[in-house]
């Protein structure tokens, strides 16, 4: 195989990482190098250095160690049954190409992800050598995100969570029938295992020693996973379910989800669809609703796949129209919560001016409200819904206007 | 009239210090004029300093969000933002508004700007790209061209201060220049366009860019909506927007129209290579085999939240065997049995009841861990009778296995597993029972049960009744190992 430059490299294994949705730069121990002895801070909230036209976020190098690969994951680009070109980065240029996009300012970090060649423990030692040579020799102090393969050795695990803010290991299919069908390789049981294990790492980092020193710190940034939506039969219900499993067993940061998207050379056992961008941006709703709103899995997904025409709270709010109109100057905030168009922010802001006076109507906007979408559910000084609440076609104000399908 | 002229640098720190001065004079905001930097100044303004409306004297008095709110808004663009945080500031510390009431005109625009500066310096601290210079010292030189909207050169620049401590930098506007050498942060006027010499890390940016980009997703508004199109012209990427946008739907169709290809040759051998040599079968019936098989078991629905299976531990000789009731939080993330608070509780009560957990066999009556999720937390629920039911197969085979002489049941759910019925526990504990099978079997309280008990005095008594308990298990196993 002829020798392939460092820009076609980049290509080969930038083009092979792009499936992975996830790119927070955000959280975890705070650093910088005002001392002039290093490179880089972390810790704030992330910054999104640039957007692809798809929308998505570009904020640290999401890069493949290499795309060469054991494993036979139908979803899977880099799958060894796949004909995709193959190209694998040494070491030095992993370090050479995150150091000098840091200094340009075009990256917060690195977010290295792998194919699995030879065993896991070979791929992952290579990983971990990489991410202790940016914060050893190169005196990096940006942001690392360190993809983790579930069967590496402890003591591998244990160095990447030294050297990297987050660690993640995808869990890529809702259901454990699903993996075994599409990832035979992988073991669901085993990727909890894991999980668990850094869940239990993370929190023996913030005990105190004997002497009162705190330890050395483990994945300050805590770890995340991805779900593929689409790519199996799992229904809404069903990844929502993992999804609150995932952050109540492994205290998870977050679960991203990713719409099973067309690859070049695709495998036989997957149909070739456009990605189902709507069903996972209504997935991700979802979550947020689950993680600030206090709704649990079976209220926003009930009929077991979400509404695609309307968002998930609204969905709810219509469905349980016995609940509202919610009166904004006596509501808990449990209730002011679930009004459809009122965020975590204008529950606070409202919560806040109910302390010194009435709240009338008009004052919701400015405190960030969507009345679009509040005004059926809520009465307010000077405003009441009158019957607008049990309105019959209430919903028609939210959806999309009825498409005449296309007779071909 | 009052006529204040603030600095191009410096600006927000000298109308604090303008403010203080004019509010001790006492002097209404309609009496006052601000400019920033050179200008013609106001045309009717007459000139003369002397205020004609003098009130009384107000000392500012701000909390901490409000100021740091105030001076975000005062770098805005809109040259009323003097006046206007000005007039906001006299009327908080007189008490007439209220920080935060979004109700109050001058509260929210100014609330607005400051959003709007903070939204600015963000996306400047995002789209600010850098050049290599040539650099005859250590530290390497860089430089970049960026056009904030707002007068945030000197608020911005800081943080890449703290993130490029080890070079030196500039960061030219076409207002201010920010300089960054030998670790001093510095602020010019700018005097002439930068212009910046190439540089070759840009095109593997450019290539990283192109390439990172799935056509299969294209969102140009998610994309816009986020970097606007007025900071295109300094980003070094932006220019391969149109062709990707304009090419991508041809990809994904090509891609969706693509028939699957047959496997390279290579993927058989590769797979072959790796495949993992057959695993170790433990022989049917040992405790290896036992635990092996208790870890795949789905014969009821909770293997599916949990993590693992706990099996019990201890030596296979064991002359006691400890059942509770099943894995908790702790449990199912480590793999063993008894390692969190209730675990802890039992170690220490055991010690000291002369019963030490290396010479017992400790499990559970349910293997896998029961609870409901609540955010980032497991809360316990007690496993049902058909769960116990289900459970009870490998309670039964770790029985045959270690053919304990005395067997401690903790809590109801383990005295339902052994002897069909768990009812009254209060009134069984520390009475000698029989399983079944005729083993002796020893009714105790669950440790978790003594965690739970708000009273303290409750909590007392039945920690003390739990070591008569464990006293009395480790009496008997003294006594029968006597007798051998």
């Not at chain 1, 079976?298 to 077991?304: F, H, I, L, Q, R």
């Not at chain 2, 007189?94 to 500066?117: F, H, M, P, T, Y």
């Not at chain 2, 052994?418 to 520390?430: A, I, M, V």
Request: hydrophobic share 40%; net charge positive.
């Amino acid at each position: 195989m002829a020798k392939l430059s460092l820009n076609k490299k980049l290509e080969i294994l930038s083009d092979a990482a792009k499936y992975d949705a996830s790119c927070a730069s955000s959280g975890g121990e705070r650093r910088d190098s005002r001392d002039g002895s290093g490179l880089g801070s972390s810790g704030g909230s992330g910054i999104c250095h640039a957007y692809a036209p798809d929308g998505r976020c570009i904020s640290l190098l999401k890069i493949l160690m290499t795309n060469f690969c054991i494993y036979d994951c139908a979803y899977c680009i880099n799958r060894v049954s796949s004909q995709v070109q193959r190209a694998r980065f040494s070491v030095e240029e992993v370090v050479k190409l995150t150091i000098e996009f840091y200094r340009r300012n075009y990256i917060e970090g690195l977010f290295l992800s792998s194919g699995i060649i030879r065993s896991p423990d070979d791929t992952m030692v290579d990983m971990v050598r990489i991410a202790r040579t940016l914060r050893e020799a190169e005196n990096f102090r940006g942001y690392i995100h360190l993809k983790t393969i579930p069967d590496a050795a402890p003591e591998l695990i244990d160095e990447a969570g030294k050297w990297a803010d987050r660690l993640s290991i995808n869990i890529e299919m809702p259901t454990e029938a699903g993996l075994a069908k599409l990832a035979p390789e992988k073991n669901g049981r085993e990727i909890r295992k894991a999980m668990g294990d850094v869940r239990l790492r993370r929190e023996a980092s913030r005990e105190k020693t004997f002497r009162g020193r705190a330890k050395a710190k483990f994945a300050p940034a805590g770890q995340s996973t991805q779900i593929i939506v689409g790519a199996d039969a799992a229904d809404d219900r069903a990844i929502l379910d993992q999804s609150s499993n995932l952050y109540a067993n492994y205290a998870l940061s977050r679960v991203y989800y990713s719409a099973f998207s067309p690859i070049p050379d695709a495998s036989k056992v997957l149909p070739l669809i456009r990605p189902p961008l709507l069903r996972e941006h209504r997935l991700y709703q979802a979550d947020w609703l689950l993680r600030f709103y206090g709704f649990d899995a079976g209220e926003v997904a009930s009929k077991g796949m979400l509404d695609l025409d309307v968002d998930p709270k609204l969905a709810w709010a219509l469905e349980h129209r016995g609940a509202f109109p919610v009166d904004v100057n006596r509501a808990d905030r449990e209730m002011l919560l679930r009004v459809p168009g009122f965020g975590t922010k204008t529950v606070q802001r409202l919560l806040a001016a109910r302390r010194h006076r009435r709240v009338r109507y008009e004052d919701l906007k400015p405190m960030g409200a969507v009345m679009k979408n509040a005004a059926a559910f809520i009465v307010a000084d000077g405003w009441s819904p009158r019957g607008m609440t049990d309105e019959a076609a209430l919903r028609n104000r939210f959806a999309p206007p009825p498409e005449q399908l296309s007779l071909i | 009239m009052r006529e204040v002229r603030l600095p191009v640098i410096g600006t927000v720190a000298t109308w604090r210090h303008e403010a203080r001065l004019l509010a001790v004079e006492g002097v209404p905001s309609d009496e006052v004029l601000w400019h920033c930097g050179e200008g013609s100044g106001d045309l009717f303004a007459d000139g003369s300093n002397a205020s004609n409306n003098v009130a009384s004297s107000i000392e500012i008095r701000l909390s901490k969000v409000a100021l740091s709110s105030i001076q975000s808004a005062l770098c805005h663009s809109d040259p009323e933002r003097f006046a206007r945080a000005y007039d906001v500031v006299l009327r908080l510390s007189r008490g007439d508004v209220r920080w935060g009431d979004r109700s109050d005109a001058g509260v929210r625009r100014i609330l607005e700007q400051a959003k709007a500066v903070g939204r600015d310096i963000h996306k400047m601290h995002a789209f600010v790209r850098f050049r290599e210079l040539p650099s005859d010292c250590d530290r390497r030189g860089f430089a970049a061209w960026f056009e904030p909207e707002h007068n945030i050169v000197e608020a911005a620049t800081p943080f890449f201060a703290k993130r490029f401590g080890d070079m030196d930098w500039m960061i030219v506007t076409p207002t201010i220049t920010a300089q960054f050498f030998d670790g001093t942060l510095a602020f010019a006027e700018t005097t002439e366009d930068a212009r910046l010499p190439k540089d070759d890390t840009e095109d593997l940016w450019r290539t990283y860019y192109a390439s990172i980009f799935n056509p299969a997703r294209l969102m140009v508004k998610a994309m816009t909506s986020e970097m606007p199109k007025k900071y295109w012209k300094n980003l070094p990427e932006a220019d391969l927007i149109p062709e990707l946008i304009r090419t991508a739907p041809e990809r994904a169709a090509a891609m969706e129209a693509a028939r699957p290809t047959s496997p390279p040759a290579r993927a058989a051998a590769i797979q072959a290579m790796a495949a993992k040599p057959s695993p170790f079968v433990p022989a049917p019936g040992s405790p290896e085999a036992l635990r092996r098989d208790a870890a795949g078991c789905t014969r009821c629905p909770l293997y599916r939240p949990a993590t693992q299976a706990v099996f019990g531990e201890g030596p296979p000789d064991a002359d006691v065997m400890i059942v509770g009731e099943q894995p908790g939080d702790r449990e199912d993330l480590v793999g063993r049995p008894f390692v969190g608070p209730a675990g802890e509780l039992f170690d220490e009560v055991a010690a000291s009841a002369g019963l030490h957990r290396s010479r017992v066999y400790i499990t559970n009556a349910v293997k896998h861990f029961k609870f409901k999720p609540q955010g980032k937390r497991r809360i316990h629920q007690r496993p049902n009778t058909s769960e116990i039911e289900a459970c009870r197969r490998w309670l039964d085979h770790e029985r045959q296995l270690i053919r304990p002489k005395l067997i401690v049941a903790m809590g109801a759910t383990a005295l339902q597993s052994l002897t069909g019925s768990g009812d009254g526990l209060l009134n069984r504990r520390g009475r000698l029972e029989q399983t079944q099978d005729g083993t002796p079997l020893l009714v105790t309280l669950h440790p978790s049960y003594i965690l739970r008990l708000k009273d303290r005095a409750a909590a007392l008594k039945a920690r003390s009744d739990f070591q008569d308990d464990l006293a009395a298990a480790a009496s008997f196993y003294v006594a029968d190992s006597g007798m051998r």
